[in-house]
C-alpha cells in the first residue's frame, strides 16, 4: 500500500472520529428545516474516469441540480439558511472523509467534478484523472472564494467555465506533475490556515508555487491580487463561449 493511502487511511479514522459530533449536529438542524436527508450524495467522477458516490451534507433545497446549474454563488436561492454558514465554513466537505477512507477519494487532490463537467474537459484536462481526486488541493484554497467570484454573474456556469476552471486544471495539473506526501501535508496545513489569514495563505501557497518551478502567469493567479478575465481552459485555443 503506498505512503499516500496509508496517511489517508489513518488521518481520515483520526478526523472522522473528531468530526462525527459535529457533523451530527448540522445534519440535524437541516433535517429539522425541511424534513429531508441532509446528506447530499451525487455522482462523480474519480481515478482513471470511474464513477463513484460522493457524500457532502446537504446545504441547499432538495433536488437543487434539477433546479439550476452545477455551480452556486454566495446568493443562490437554492441555498438553506443553514446552508449559507455551513458552506462559509467549508464543514459541507467533512463528510468527505467517508470517501477519503472507502479509497475513492483522498485528502489531497484535483477536486472531482460532475460527469456533465468531465464530458467538457479538453484531452489535457483529461489528465486530471490520473491519481484519486482530493477533499483539497492548491485550487480549492486559491478558490475558496468561489461563490464571492461568481456572485455578479447571470450565468454562474458559464463565468466558471471562463474565469475559473482554467486555473483550477492548470492548478490541477501543476500539482499532479509535483504531488508528494510534504507537499500534501502542507496543504492541509495551508487548507486550515486559510480560514483564519487568507492573505498570509495565499502569499506561501505562491511561494511553494515557484519553488515547484509554477510559471509567473501562474503564481500571479495563486496571488489572487488581480481580476480573474475569460482565459482558455488547457487545450483549448479561446475562453470558453458557450455550453
Known amino acids: 500500500m503506498k505512503l499516500k493511502r496509508i496517511f489517508d487511511i489513518f488521518l481520515g479514522l483520526f478526523i472522522l472520529l473528531l468530526i462525527t459530533p459535529f457533523v451530527i449536529v448540522f445534519c440535524f438542524m437541516i433535517f429539522i428545516y425541511d424534513g429531508s436527508n441532509p446528506l447530499y450524495i451525487s455522482t462523480r467522477i474519480g481515478l482513471k474516469g470511474k464513477k463513484f458516490r460522493i457524500f457532502k451534507i446537504r446545504t441547499m433545497v432538495v433536488n437543487a441540480d434539477k433546479i439550476g446549474g452545477t455551480s452556486t ?123 483564519i489569514n487568507r492573505k498570509r495563505t495565499l502569499k506561501i501557497l505562491s511561494i511553494i508555487t515557484k519553488k515547484f518551478g509554477g510559471s509567473t502567469q501562474l503564481i500571479e493567479i495563486v496571488r489572487r491580487k488581480n481580476d480573474l478575465i475569460p482565459t482558455p481552459p488547457p487545450g483549448f485555443l479561446n475562453p470558453i463561449s458557450e455550453l
Not at 438553506?80 to 465554513?89: D, E, Y
Not at 454562474?156 to 501543476?174: E, V
Not at 508528494?180 to 487548507?191: H, R
Open 73 to 195: 454563488k454566495k446568493s443562490d436561492k437554492r441555498l438553506l439558511p443553514v446552508g449559507k454558514l455551513i458552506r462559509k465554513l467549508k464543514l459541507d466537505e467533512l463528510t468527505q472523509i467517508l470517501n477519503v477512507i472507502n479509497g475513492s477519494m483522498s485528502f489531497v487532490g484535483p477536486r472531482p467534478n460532475t460527469p456533465y463537467d468531465v464530458k467538457l474537459y479538453s484531452q489535457e484536462e483529461k489528465k486530471l484523472l490520473s491519481i484519486r481526486p482530493g477533499i483539497t488541493d492548491i485550487s480549492s484554497i486559491v478558490f475558496s472564494d468561489e461563490g464571492d467570484i461568481l456572485e455578479k454573474y447571470d450565468n454562474p456556469d458559464l463565468a466558471y467555465n471562463q474565469l475559473i476552471r482554467p486555473w483550477k486544471s492548470r492548478l490541477g495539473l501543476f500539482y499532479i506533475n509535483n504531488s508528494n506526501l510534504l507537499l500534501d501535508i502542507k496543504l492541509i496545513l495551508l487548507t486550515i490556515f486559510n480560514s
